[in-house]
């Protein structure tokens, strides 16, 4: 994986690839390459490391053509190379592969007794010599491609050019995402991101699973799985997906992590009718029996939301709620009963690992319920749920995610606020006090980015540390997480998130003078305990940063900093106790002059096992 683009058009279309190619540069990347078919044939130009880099080979090269396909790579099988970097060429054939051929090992086996020769360590090698040798045997190259797709196990979104057909792009999809592209101009893309083509695309298309074809000249053919026709389901392009750039920020994180406000006052406008919470894409979540067991299902920061929404439904429900990661839950044999409903949380609502955990939910148990919240409606977890909370975060170009978890947060804080009221649980007046303090933490946020300035006096306490360790109860404790997370994601320190109260058994060897210890203790959330535990880490040497809601007369006195934040409620607490996390983590990776918004190693949407 990581970032798709194939072009058809009645001009050169390099441009129109390098365009596609940046505007998914966010998703993170290690290579890019393009390759054409013009009148020279097939020509590839592909470079380690950033965008600029193609560039500048292109602009040494005659690449050019009519027909073409791009790719940024996130490495998954061979180091980060030229040799590596998509697109790979075979006999006249050119692919792009986001996803994993799992049998690639016994197909290059196979092919390199057939005379195939193999350049480079990728699993994605293997398909454009299996598509050549197939190609050698039949005269028809749609049958030729089906076939080679049929061969294939694993996961792939594919676009490629075979050159015995030259004003052809062809395409496929299974178990990663992939899209179609038109405009009026008659230009044709495949995209693995609606990003990618914003600018170029006027309407759009979301292949299904097993979904593909080719397109020349206009004419689209889309074949099922079983190459039966299909005819093309076209909507118009969402205006969201255009990148509207910093506006003034240094980094698309920074904008993003300011832009918050704005994001819970859309979640707001979405789901609240004066004081009463209503759900339009999941109107059964509040209408049909409560369910006897929750399972919530996520990756990363999302899963670190999941957590703390599982303290909210337990207390006010009274219901078993078990959140696990999806790539140890799907391959576990989860025991999932009757009268659960399933919730998967993911930003992009294509994560691999989800996706496989809501299909094995829906085949154990095809009874039960599935909810997903995503930010993307068009998503394959949104398509194949029983409903949808989307997030309004609007696209989310940083790779360390922000806007978006804080909007995962507040949707499921919504969530767990009108389960609470239909299961009796809370009254109509608390749950209107609640939804309130909701409204109040627009303005709270934005009073706590407005002061900003607090974090930066702890930046030097980051200069010369071995680690750091994030300490919190309750929901809390996975904001403790989400903090440790975030800082090692985008500044390379090593950071650990942990119960404040489970401390003392094991990370309280690693204290001494050289770890900041940074304490997040609210007053919703076992204050006591947590300024003991504070204590216990201060005793031992450890620098403390105190992240906390008391009134500064109640502020201790011997801790190095102290961030502020506005008292919230049981439900908003973590998101305004987010905002200073969010805020540390950016200006310490600052500090260690790091590429805050496309840290080394990260892909933003994982497409892969």
């Given at each position: 994986?990581?970032?798709?683009?194939?072009?058809?058009?009645?001009?050169?279309?390099?441009?129109?690839?390098?365009?596609?190619?940046?505007?998914?540069?966010?998703?993170?990347?290690?290579?890019?390459?393009?390759?054409?078919?013009?009148n020279?044939?097939?020509?590839?130009?592909?470079?380690?490391?950033?965008?600029?880099?193609?560039?500048?080979?292109?602009?040494?090269?005659?690449c050019?053509?009519?027909?073409?396909?791009?790719?940024?790579?996130?490495?998954?099988?061979?180091?980060?190379?030229?040799?590596?970097?998509?697109?790979?060429?075979?006999?006249?054939?050119?692919?792009v592969?986001?996803?994993?051929?799992?049998?690639?090992?016994?197909?290059?086996?196979?092919?390199?007794?057939?005379?195939?020769?193999?350049?480079?360590?990728?699993?994605?090698?293997?398909?454009?010599?299996?598509?050549?040798?197939?190609?050698?045997?039949?005269?028809?190259?749609?049958?030729?491609?089906?076939?080679?797709?049929?061969?294939?196990?694993?996961?792939?979104?594919?676009?490629?050019?075979?050159?015995?057909?030259?004003?052809?792009?062809?395409?496929?999809?299974?178990?990663?995402?992939?899209?179609?592209?038109r405009?009026r101009?008659?230009?044709?893309?495949?995209?693995?991101?609606?990003?990618?083509?914003?600018?170029?695309?006027?309407?759009?298309m979301?292949?299904?699973?097993?979904?593909?074809?080719?397109?020349?000249a206009?004419?689209?053919?889309?074949?099922?799985?079983?190459?039966?026709?299909?005819?093309?389901?076209?909507?118009?392009?969402?205006?969201?997906?255009?990148?509207?750039?910093?506006?003034g920020?240094?980094?698309y994180?920074?904008?993003?992590?300011y832009?918050?406000?704005?994001?819970?006052?859309?979640?707001?406008?979405?789901?609240?009718?004066?004081?009463?919470?209503?759900?339009?894409d999941?109107?059964?979540?509040?209408?049909?029996?409560?369910?006897?067991?929750?399972?919530?299902?996520?990756?990363?920061?999302?899963?670190?939301?999941?957590l703390?929404?599982?303290?909210?439904l337990?207390?006010?429900?009274?219901?078993?709620?078990?959140?696990?990661?999806?790539?140890?839950?799907?391959?576990?044999?989860?025991?999932?009963?009757?009268?659960?409903?399933?919730?998967?949380?993911?930003?992009?609502?294509?994560?691999a690992?989800?996706?496989?955990?809501?299909?094995?939910?829906?085949?154990?148990?095809?009874?039960?319920?599935?909810?997903?919240?995503?930010?993307?409606?068009?998503?394959?977890?949104?398509?194949?749920?029983?409903?949808?909370?989307?997030?309004?975060?609007?696209?989310?170009?940083?790779?360390?995610?922000?806007?978006?978890?804080?909007?995962?947060?507040?949707?499921?804080?919504?969530?767990?606020?009108?389960?609470?009221h239909?299961?009796?649980?809370?009254?109509?007046?608390t749950?209107?006090?609640?939804?309130?303090?909701?409204?109040?933490?627009?303005?709270?946020?934005?009073?706590?980015?407005?002061?900003?300035?607090?974090?930066?006096?702890?930046?030097?306490?980051?200069?010369?540390?071995?680690?750091?360790?994030?300490?919190?109860?309750?929901?809390?404790?996975?904001?403790?997480?989400?903090?440790?997370?975030?800082?090692?994601?985008?500044?390379?320190?090593?950071?650990?998130?942990?119960a404040?109260?489970?401390?003392?058994?094991?990370?309280?060897?690693?204290?001494?003078?050289?770890?900041?210890?940074?304490?997040?203790?609210?007053?919703?959330?076992?204050?006591?305990?947590?300024?003991?535990?504070?204590?216990e880490?201060?005793?031992?040497?450890?620098?403390?940063?105190?992240?906390?809601?008391?009134?500064?007369?109640?502020?201790?006195?011997?801790?190095?900093?102290?961030?502020?934040?506005?008292?919230?409620d049981?439900?908003?607490?973590?998101?305004?106790?987010a905002?200073?996390?969010?805020?540390?983590?950016?200006?310490?990776?600052?500090?260690?002059?790091?590429?805050?918004?496309?840290?080394?190693?990260l892909?933003?949407?994982?497409?892969?096992?």
């Amino acid at each position: 994986m990581c970032g798709i683009i194939g072009a058809l058009a009645d001009r050169d279309v390099q441009r129109n690839l390098l365009s596609a190619l940046q505007q998914m540069e966010y998703r993170g990347y290690d290579s890019a390459g393009i390759c054409q078919l013009g009148n020279d044939g097939l020509q590839a130009v592909k470079a380690a490391g950033k965008l600029a880099n193609l560039r500048d080979k292109l602009q040494r090269s005659s690449c050019c053509g009519h027909v073409g396909i791009g790719h940024t790579r996130w490495a998954t099988h061979g180091e980060p190379n030229e040799i590596n970097a998509h697109p790979h060429l075979a006999a006249g054939c050119a692919i792009v592969h986001n996803g994993i051929i799992e049998n690639h090992a016994e197909l290059r086996a196979r092919l390199t007794v057939a005379g195939h020769n193999f350049h480079s360590q990728t699993d994605t090698e293997v398909i454009p010599n299996l598509l050549a040798e197939l190609i050698t045997s039949s005269d028809d190259l749609a049958a030729a491609w089906h076939h080679m797709l049929q061969s294939l196990e694993g996961a792939y979104a594919l676009a490629g050019l075979i050159e015995a057909c030259p004003a052809r792009l062809w395409f496929a999809r299974k178990g990663s995402p992939l899209l179609l592209g038109r405009n009026r101009d008659g230009a044709a893309f495949v995209a693995s991101d609606a990003l990618a083509l914003a600018g170029l695309a006027d309407e759009i298309m979301y292949l299904r699973e097993g979904e593909w074809g080719y397109v020349e000249a206009g004419s689209w053919q889309i074949f099922d799985a079983d190459g039966q026709p299909i005819s093309a389901s076209w909507e118009i392009m969402p205006p969201a997906t255009a990148n509207s750039g910093k506006d003034g920020f240094r980094h698309y994180m920074e904008k993003e992590i300011y832009e918050q406000p704005a994001v819970l006052q859309r979640i707001l406008d979405a789901y609240l009718d004066v004081d009463t919470i209503h759900l339009p894409d999941a109107p059964w979540l509040l209408n049909e029996p409560l369910p006897q067991r929750i399972v919530i299902i996520a990756c990363g920061t999302s899963y670190h939301a999941a957590l703390t929404a599982r303290y909210w439904l337990e207390r006010y429900l009274k219901v078993s709620v078990e959140v696990d990661v999806a790539s140890e839950y799907r391959y576990r044999n989860p025991v999932i009963g009757e009268q659960t409903l399933l919730i998967t949380l993911s930003q992009s609502g294509e994560t691999a690992d989800t996706l496989e955990a809501l299909r094995l939910f829906k085949r154990t148990t095809p009874h039960n319920r599935a909810l997903t919240i995503c930010n993307v409606a068009s998503s394959s977890l949104a398509r194949e749920s029983d409903g949808l909370i989307e997030l309004h975060a609007g696209p989310e170009i940083g790779v360390a995610s922000t806007k978006a978890y804080l909007a995962q947060l507040a949707v499921l804080s919504l969530v767990s606020i009108a389960l609470a009221h239909r299961a009796g649980a809370m009254d109509t007046p608390t749950m209107q006090q609640h939804l309130a303090q909701h409204r109040r933490t627009i303005d709270q946020i934005s009073e706590l980015l407005a002061s900003a300035a607090q974090v930066n006096s702890a930046i030097p306490l980051f200069s010369h540390v071995h680690g750091a360790l994030f300490l919190g109860r309750g929901p809390c404790y996975p904001l403790a997480l989400e903090g440790a997370l975030k800082l090692k994601e985008i500044s390379y320190l090593h950071a650990e998130g942990y119960a404040a109260g489970e401390m003392k058994h094991g990370p309280i060897a690693l204290i001494d003078s050289n770890l900041p210890v940074i304490v997040i203790a609210p007053q919703q959330y076992h204050l006591d305990k947590v300024l003991s535990n504070l204590r216990e880490v201060q005793a031992r040497g450890a620098k403390v940063i105190l992240l906390t809601d008391l009134r500064q007369s109640d502020w201790p006195d011997d801790v190095c900093r102290i961030f502020a934040i506005p008292e919230g409620d049981y439900f908003t607490t973590p998101l305004l106790a987010a905002i200073p996390l969010q805020l540390l983590a950016y200006e310490v990776a600052l500090s260690k002059g790091t590429d805050v918004d496309q840290p080394r190693n990260l892909a933003k949407s994982v497409t892969v096992e």
